[in-house]
Each structure stands twice: as C-alpha cells, then as structure tokens.
C-alpha cells in the first residue's frame, strides 16, 4: 500500500451554482483574488498538490461575451492562480458542471444555452468555453466537468453526454473527471445514484471517477468502483475524521486522489473559513 495518495487536491470556486448561491446571484461579490492567493498558500503548506480552479460565468469568455455576468472578471485571475499554484509546485485542473437539473441549476451558468440540451450547438458552445479555459489555465492533465445531481437526462442521455465530453476532452489530450453521486443513500437521490451506476456499466474506463461522500455514508462504493477498472477518487467533505476515513479506504483499495470541498465564496468575509477547512483537513489528507 503506497505511503500517500498521489493527487491530493483542492476546489477552488470562483464562483458555483446551486440553489443555496443561485439564490443570491443578483448580489454576489466577485471572486476575490488575495484570498484566492492566501487559499493557495494553505493548500501549499498544508501538502495539497492539486489546484482545480471552478470559474464557470465568473470569467468573461472572447468567444461567448453573453456569458458575461455582473461580478465576471477577466481571464488573467486564472493565469495568476495558475502561476502561484506553480510556485508551490502544485498541478493546476480545471471544473465545469455539464449537469442538467432545473432543480440543482449546476448548468446554469451556461445559460442561455442550456436551454439547448445536448445539441450540436450545445457541445460546440461548451467545448469554445472550455478551450479558453484550457488555454488560460492550460492543466497539464485534468478537467472536471461535474455531471452530479442530475435530473433531466434519460439514463441513456447522461451516458451519452460524458462520452461527448470524455471524447473532446481525449482530443486535447486531457482525463475526464466527473462526480460520482453513488454514495447518496436519502430517498430523493436515487436517480442520481442510478445515473452514476449507469456511467460505471457504460462510459470508458479512462473516466475519472470522483466519489463525493460527506457522511460515510457507502463504504461499499470505492473498491466496487476500483474494480471495475476505473481509477478513483474521493471527496470526503469537512470533518477531519471523514477525510482520514475516506483517505485511507483509498489506499486499501488503490485510489489515486482525494479533493476537498468547501462550497463558499472566495471573498474576505469568508476568509477565515476557508483557511481554518485546509488546515484542520488539509495535512490529514497528506498522512498515512
């Protein structure tokens, strides 16, 4: 059993999309770049050596200037996130949410166009957006492209939209990582869970799997995606204990990677926040 996971990595959010943030759209600070520089340092000190950069609408894209939102800045905070990751030797990745819900509204920043669902222009349209990330960022080897909690895909089409993205994304020679929702055990996410067994039976097995599992909920969900050929990783939430758990059931079985997760804003008024989740997580994520 190796000494450490491999990747140990870190979501940064520029921005998101759910319906706790969704709420308040119409009054969100931008991103703020020095807590983003101070978030990097942690993640740095604390042994985390992935960065994935989640910037969705808060950047404004030459090619689709109607994605522009009040609080989108330009692509340069990306380059400068990039450049202070290297400094501390950290990879850089980027993140996107394909997922359909009219519920969740992770897709929502793509808006007006995805209200085109997996249409040609739709794929064309995403994939101009994810070219400029990649040309900002340029991620040596990942990008995320979310595809959790949705709603609106047939089990058939959610399987055909991650073979869309895994094959262009293979073209610009980049791993497709995607959300695995099949450690969600209340009532109301099963179609969820069925979408991501779905994708185990049918997408390649180059596909990233990335279990999100918050409470310990499924234990039996790692090794039986391990063993179906797919490299895995995992998302362990906020609490210490949580992360050492999922941590080491990645070794037994493994994993390359573990990624923590703080849906907040990089603002100063949730500063302290942020920092206090990477120190108390961070180094358990870098233990054995």
């Not at 990745?93 to 394909?98: H, S």
């Not at 400029?132 to 991620?139: G, R, W």
């Not at 994304?169 to 929702?181: E, G, H, S």
Request: proline residues 7%; negative net charge; charged residues 25%.
């Amino acid at each position: 059993m190796p000494f450490k996971l491999p990747i140990r990595g870190y979501l940064l959010h520029v921005t998101h999309y759910d319906p706790v943030w969704v709420a308040n759209k119409d009054k969100e600070e931008p991103f703020d770049l020095e807590v983003g520089i101070q978030v990097i340092d942690a993640a740095a000190d604390a042994g985390l050596n992935l960065l994935l950069i989640d910037p969705k609408d808060a950047v404004r894209y030459k090619g689709h200037p109607e994605l522009a939102r009040p609080y989108s800045q330009g692509m340069e905070i990306l380059k400068t996130l990039t450049e202070r990751a290297a400094k501390h030797g950290m990879e850089t990745a980027v993140k996107l949410n394909f997922s359909q819900s009219a519920l969740h509204q992770h897709n929502h920043w793509f808006r007006p166009h995805n209200q085109l669902f997996d249409s040609p222009e739709y794929w064309q349209y995403a994939f101009d957006v994810m070219d400029e990330l990649i040309d900002a960022v340029k991620p040596p080897r990942f990008f995320h492209v979310g595809m959790d909690e949705d709603h609106d895909r047939s089990y058939g089409q959610y399987v055909e939209a991650v073979k869309t993205l895994h094959i262009g994304l293979l073209q610009r020679n980049l791993r497709t990582l995607i959300w695995n929702d099949s450690a969600c055990r209340w009532p109301q996410a099963a179609i969820h869970r069925d979408k991501s067994l779905a994708a185990e039976r049918e997408v390649p097995k180059d596909v990233i799997h990335v279990l999100w599992d918050y409470g310990g909920w499924e234990p039996a969900a790692l090794p039986r995606i391990r063993a179906q050929g797919f490299d895995v990783w995992g998302a362990p939430g906020s609490k210490p204990d949580l992360v050492a758990q999922m941590r080491d059931a990645l070794l037994e079985i493994g994993g390359q990677g573990i990624l923590l997760t703080h849906w907040i804003q990089c603002i100063p008024a949730r500063r302290d926040e942020l920092l206090e989740r990477i120190r108390t997580c961070g180094p358990v994520c870098n233990a054995q």
